[in-house]
């Protein structure tokens, strides 16, 4: 038998791959004192290179690393090896001169079957751990003394066996002659369960090809599917599967104990050759980079420290998956919950790593994330959190307290009167000094509600003269606002700088004072990723400042309306995002927010270009049980305001959903609500765009865009949404809730009346 031969059973049978053969061969026989060593020239070298095997007298083959120390061995308990020989059905056989057979590969198998070999009651396969590494997996191929064959996970520190996720169904326990005892593989490449009483069990169902032409093996692979293959003599081709078990190995293996088919917090889907696929998914990333099949980790922190429920939820997306689930991470339920609902509440647990939403069912995952399929007959949608990038809330440094140092100096002069004194004085000055701060400390917290008349928050608290100086005397303006002139500045402490936006309102409403202190109370408690966040703020005399987070590029209408059409896809994530911040002042914080001045000029975006709503909180406040507010004035800008600020109508949310209208259009065109320039047919945008709505010619919309037309469909959704948005009647307009969930494809988009019946737009303006 040539080396190659002996090589390529050696290939088969799973034991370690050497390229050099250095032994005396006659008719395949192995003399005592053979050797093969690695030399590493092989693609998947299972030991290192040197290590070497040798065929010994007193334990068979023997496996030694290249240090000398012994890997594996064959354990040769009783009698003494004068020769191992291969035989032609590539059994390697180890014998002594008188007793016979002492030792077999057939025998011994680790994941592979031969034609020829069988496979008894108790005796099993169990798969390699990864697709290079061969020492041993988590997957197991086991005739059970029951007689079912079964596939199954096992526990590789304990060798625990989990539930099977495929049963042969061959134990009969009213007929045990019926049931199955040993598994075969017959020359003529049909594999069977044995039954007691002579029946068998069909493994191999189809017809196969000729075995005198074509080799055979059956594999239970590193991923846990065990597959029978054929492979040409001739030697051209490759190895092709004639059948393998189980059909979808990661909807099959279930749901019990373990990670599935593929690692924790990772995602199993189909191949066309019904192995599995495994993928990390958004905000994850692979534990080991060399095993794809493993587990993944997130790569952001999601715990309970810090801050518990609705810690930092504003720092956190959804990445949505459709038919996908993991089954057994389930810790909560919520019913009946819509879509909005379950994301929210997700985001402000801190447990929560992801959602299923299903026909009014939220159900709640929690990490790890275990068995995670792919499955088209899962209804729903799966929504995994992933870490905003970005969107980590900057930070403005405090300087240093002379009320710390005081605070400081009293404790260290408490700590050296208790030092000094007995244990019952001990013990009333530590009552004392405990009831006496917590006094000082409630009277603080008094001072500092809102009944009062001052503000209940903890945002930083500047001086005028502070500001004055990180603005270097409110020298660089960066824009206007309907209550003030917006200056950047630089907070600088002994360690840091932060870029910040610094507001200087003016007083141009009679209740100004008022407004302030509204504005600073809520924005202080109202986070969201896409509002944008207050930092701190001056109540100094006469002086009433802002300070914001500074975000590098700027509003949405130098982006929209400058010479290049920015990219379609990131302009409907944008108009998406603006919809959900709108969202969550409407209905998700705990004062509901009217906005009343939605434009482009008041969307920043962060450096990753997701939108931030600004200058919210400047308008008349809601409380949770209100519905409506009378008008005291028209606030708002030419070309965003509703029709009702021009009547003796009731003002209420739906008055931001008309302004979202008009900015979702000009986010589809990128074009401004109000051109002169543009002639007096085309000046009006949402006339015009209506026009060409009603006309069939949304490319004119879009100038021709091709990346638009490209998404014809989501186009038209966008523009009839932006219609109802800007319905003339306001019991038309739907909500922010309804204008998401039609955005996002939950709710269908019915066709949009004329949303002015009653009076031409021109006499709006």
Sequence with gaps: MTSARLYFIFLLFQLPYFSHLAIAQNN?????????????????????????????????????????????????????????????????????????????????????????????????????????????????????????????????????????????????????????????????????????????????????????????????????????????????????????????????????????????????????????????????????????????????????????????????????????NWPQSDYERFKPYNEVQCKNTCLSDCFCAAVIFNDGSCWFKKLPLSNGMTDSRIAGKAFIKYKNKGDDPPSVPRPPDPEDKKKSKMMNATGSVLLGSSVFVNFALVCAFVLGFSFIYKKKWIRNSPDDGTIETNLRCFSYKELEGATNNFKEEVGRGSFGIVYKGVIQTRTSTTAVAVKKLDRVFQDGEREFKNEVFVIGQTHHKNLVRLLGFCDEGQNRLLVYEFLNNGTLASFLFGNLKPNWNLRTNIAFQIARGLLYLHEDCRAQIIHCDIKPQNILLDDYYTARISDFGLAKLLTLNQSKTIKTAIRGTKGYVAPEWFRNSKITAKVDVYSFGVLLLEIISCRKSFDIEMGEEYAILTDWAFDCYRNGKLNVLVGEDKEAMNDIECLGKLVMVSIWCIQEDPSLRPTMKKVLQMLEGVVEVSVPPNPYPFSSSMGLY
């Design 28 to 324: 395949g026989t192995v003399p005592v004192g053979a050797t093969l060593t690695a030399d590493n020239k092989d693609q998947n070298p299972a030991v290192p290179r040197g290590s070497q095997v040798k065929l010994t007298a007193d334990q068979g083959l023997v496996l030694n690393d290249p240090q000398g120390k012994q890997v594996w061995s064959s354990k040769i308990d009783i009698g003494t090896v004068a020769v191992g020989h291969m035989n032609d059905t590539g059994n390697f056989v180890l014998a002594s001169s008188s007793s016979g057979r002492l030792w077999d590969s057939f025998s011994n198998p680790t994941d592979t079957l031969l034609l020829g070999q069988m496979m008894e009651t108790e005796q099993g396969l169990f798969s390699r751990k990864s697709e290079n590494n061969f020492s041993r997996g988590r997957f197991q191929f086991r005739l059970l003394e029951d007689g079912n064959l079964v596939l199954n996970i096992a526990n590789l520190a304990t060798g625990f066996a989990y539930d099977a996720y495929y049963t042969s169904g061959t134990y009969d326990p009213a007929n045990s002659s019926n049931s199955g005892y040993r598994v075969m593989f017959n020359e003529s490449g049909y594999m069977y369960i044995l039954r007691r009483n002579g029946g068998r069990f069909d493994l191999t169902t189809e017809r196969v090809v000729p075995a005198a032409d074509f080799y055979y093996r059956a594999t239970l692979n590193f991923d846990g599917v065990f597959a029978q293959y054929f492979y040409p003599k001739n030697g051209n081709g490759n190895w092709s599967v004639a059948w393998s078990e189980p059909e979808n190995i990661c909807v099959d293996i279930g749901g019990g104990l373990g990670s599935g088919a593929c690692g924790y917090n990772s995602i199993c889907t189909l191949d066309s050759d019904r192995r599995p696929r495994c993928a990390c998914p958004k905000g994850y990333s692979l534990l080991d980079e060399n095993d794809r099949y493993g587990s993944c980790r997130p790569d952001f922190e999601l715990s309970c420290w810090g801050g518990g429920q609705g810690y930092n939820k504003e720092l956190f997306d959804f990445h949505e998956l459709k038919n996908i």
